[in-house]
């Protein structure tokens, strides 16, 4: 089945500072979706990126599809920021499968 | 702009016990999934639900078991609670198969 690594583990940076972000999965993927989760437990999608590069705000996601990877470039952190990142291909329709995540710290 | 809710936010049970978590969507939303996850273990998929009355299994459903009574609603059964477990399980739903996933805030689960 899918599996998903997610680099680096952990990352600390200080308030404006660029995050990168890795995911690097086993299996071709139709859907590649980032999620936040917050301090607190609340999950909310960033983006979907099966493909190509996307930009929102201050996130940027590659996806390189045949190398079966993506990452993520957060500009200018803050610590908002702060937080939990997951990576999700899915697996086949309906299946998506998570990375344990990137935990960020942004420090002021 | 659409809701999706859980019920309990925090369940506790006691061993061998049944027990029911519940979650609503006003999005419309064809399908529904339960996750679970667990410290350090990431979230892992128990069972989804395509659309009304349908069920399919995921990596984790042994243990499990679940009922899309009507498109807006999903219910999650621990059918005998585990001494000492703890878990946060999370319920999502989303439009159709390559759509994007809202979650629910989540249900806390310990049992003692």
């Known amino acids: 089945g899918q599996q998903v690594q997610q680099s680096p583990a952990s990352l600390v940076l200080q308030e404006g500072e660029n995050a990168e972000l890795q995911c690097n999965f086993s299996?071709?993927?139709?859907?590649l979706q980032w999620f936040y989760q917050s301090p607190g437990g609340s999950l909310v999608s960033l983006l979907s990126?099966?493909?190509g590069t996307k930009h929102t705000g201050r996130l940027t996601s590659t996806t390189v599809t045949k190398e079966r990877r993506s990452s993520l470039h957060i500009s200018s952190s803050q610590t908002t920021d702060s937080g939990t990142y997951l990576c999700?291909?899915?697996?086949?329709?309906?299946?998506?499968?998570f990375g344990k995540g990137t935990h960020l710290h942004v420090l002021p | 702009g659409g809701i999706i809710t859980q019920t309990p936010k925090f369940l506790i049970g006691q061993e061998g016990q049944k027990l029911t978590l519940k979650c609503q969507q006003n999005f419309n939303h064809d399908t529904m999934y339960w996750y679970r996850q667990d410290s350090g273990k990431g979230l892992r998929l128990i069972y989804y639900s395509i659309t009304e009355n349908d069920l399919q299994k995921g990596d984790l459903s042994e243990g499990y078991d679940a009922s899309r009574e009507k498109k807006s609603s999903f219910s999650l059964t621990v059918t005998s609670a585990q001494k000492n477990e703890m878990a946060v399980f999370l319920c999502?739903?989303?439009?159709?198969?390559?759509?994007?996933?809202?979650f629910g805030s989540g249900t806390r689960l310990l049992v003692i």
């Open positions: 999502a739903s989303s439009l159709n198969a390559n759509s994007d996933y809202t």
């Open positions: 299996s071709t993927a139709t859907q």
């Open positions: 999700a291909p899915d697996t086949n329709a309906y299946k998506v499968i």
């Open positions: 990126n099966p493909s």
